[in-house]
């Protein structure tokens, strides 16, 4: 009886490999390979507002580089950069080096190349492409932290966008897309814990604020229905620009009152509960003047209210638009 329980136990999994297996060939197969680079935004965007301009800088793969957008002012470095000038009256300088199909292996070099600029602020967007290539989250996470603690060491601020979860994406079919949410979830919250005990901030993307983008999917997403349409990077960037502000020490006012689902918690607790809900902010904090409790560092749970930023610009309306450096 044990030998026919263990075998019947080896063609379940077998049974099982192979369905995940068939899955994932169908799901590469509907998603199209990238073809066209995604606009170029780099620039200085606010010019009209008086004083230097602040540096920021874009860095990750498709997500922070705009992959599924048409114009340059749909990209997220465009729509952060532009609601970063309105709020602060101040120009804000951006440089893009974020690369589509990046894992978290390929910070360092955009690392580098984002010092050399001397950036005030960066926007690091990654971990779905670690995510299907089953990169480890330990060293997916590692690689992660070593970009934060340079560019920290540097006097940079960081804001992470974490992972999204590849669960919501439509041509990822059951029991694949429950794996896929799993492992994603996992390491949105293993990169909490890291980038905010190397003096990072966190934005827990979520399924990309799955609600409406589950309600919407046409609109949400783009013609490949993998990544974010303009109006899907707009929601995104809306749940990222006010931990960029706080993280610039231009955020609005500590509220008297906490909403729920606020509030203190031990850096793991606040990790995975980010996790579970998009639009998330976790930051390090003190209790009592300590860093740290019993159960490790002491993080601050925000859910943010979302600016009315970023939205997509319609025809026949003005936006801003960034003098494009070489091509002014």
Request: positive net charge; aromatic residues 4%.
């Amino acid at each position: 009886m044990a030998a026919i329980g263990t075998g019947a136990t080896v063609a379940a999994t077998v049974a099982t490999g192979g369905v995940l297996l068939g899955q994932a060939r169908q799901a590469r197969r509907t998603i199209p390979m990238a073809e066209a680079p995604p606009p170029r935004c780099d620039g200085v965007y606010g010019a009209k507002f008086p004083g230097p301009p602040m540096t920021m800088v874009m860095l990750g793969d498709s997500s922070a580089a705009g992959y599924g957008v048409h114009r340059r002012r749909e990209t997220p470095g465009a729509l952060l950069a532009t609601g970063l000038s309105r709020r602060l009256h101040r120009p804000v300088r951006l440089h893009r080096y974020a690369v589509v199909g990046a894992l978290s292996a390929g910070l360092k070099p955009q690392v580098e190349s984002a010092l050399e600029v001397e950036p005030d602020i960066a926007v690091i967007l990654v971990g779905g492409n670690d995510v299907t290539n089953r990169t480890p989250p330990a060293l997916a996470v590692r690689y992660l932290v070593d970009a934060v603690r340079t560019l920290r060491a540097a006097g940079c601020e960081v804001v992470v966008g974490t992972c999204p979860d590849l669960g919501a994406i439509r041509p990822i079919q059951p029991p694949l897309r429950w794996l896929a949410r799993r492992w994603s979830r996992q390491l949105a919250a293993a990169q909490t814990m890291a980038v905010v005990e190397a003096g990072g901030w966190t934005v827990s993307l979520g399924d990309m604020l799955g609600p409406r983008f589950a309600a919407e999917p046409a609109r949400m997403f783009a013609w490949d229905r993998f990544h974010p349409s303009a109006e899907g990077y707009a929601v995104a960037t809306a749940a990222l620009l006010p931990t960029v502000l706080s993280a610039l020490g231009a955020g609005p006012e500590r509220r008297v009152t906490v909403a729920r689902g606020e509030g203190v918690r031990s850096l793991p607790e606040a990790a995975h509960e980010a996790a579970r809900h998009a639009g998330t902010e976790v930051s390090g904090t003190q209790v009592r003047g300590r860093d740290r409790g019993p159960g490790g560092r002491w993080a601050q749970l925000r859910r943010r209210a979302f600016f009315g930023v970023g939205a997509v610009p319609q025809p026949g309306t003005t936006a801003d638009s960034p003098t494009l450096e070489g091509l002014a």
